[in-house]
């Protein structure tokens, strides 16, 4: 046989599996999407052409929420934390938000809570606090020690007020 003979025999590969590929991730790329803007997935649906309506009243919506709940607010002394390097400091100050019938518990332990957080903020390197993307995730971390401190039915956040490298 020859070379032309080799190339008849071998069969042409079908391009319906890529056809058929294409148009099932379009078709779930679209499912998908519909399911989080109807609110099936994760919200409540307002999300399409009242997003200018939703910006606007965010910060009402937000104060109204607020009030719905009674809360209390704990202050924790200023803390000034000395950071691993050449003459670094944290100036780190925040309130944590308690329902009004905890707070009494939560003041008796605030000794507690400015103890772990220092001790915890003292061994975070430097190069990640200055991170702006982190402080999210600091803030996460400073929360749950002080729900294992002050108890997770106790506390329901911890408010940054200041936040200071030097």
Do not use: C, W
């Amino acid at each position: 046989m020859t070379a032309v003979a080799d190339e008849e025999v071998l069969p042409k590969k079908s391009k319906m599996p890529l056809f058929l590929g294409l148009v099932l991730a379009l078709a779930g790329g679209g499912a998908g999407f519909f399911a989080i803007t109807s609110g099936m997935i994760g919200g409540s649906g307002d999300h399409g052409d009242a997003a200018e309506s939703e910006h606007a009243g965010a910060a009402s919506d937000h104060a109204a929420d607020a009030t719905a709940v009674p809360v209390a607010f704990v202050p924790l002394e200023p803390m000034v934390i000395s950071l691993q390097g050449p003459q670094k400091y944290l100036r780190f100050t925040a309130q944590v938000e308690v329902a009004p019938a905890a707070q009494a518990e939560v003041t008796a332990v605030v000794p507690r809570i400015v103890d772990v957080l220092n001790g915890y903020l003292r061994a975070v390197d430097a190069v990640e606090l200055a991170d702006p993307a982190a402080l999210m995730r600091l803030r996460a971390q400073m929360l749950r020690r002080v729900q294992v401190v002050a108890g997770a039915d106790n506390v329901r956040d911890l408010l940054i007020m200041e936040f200071v490298l030097n």
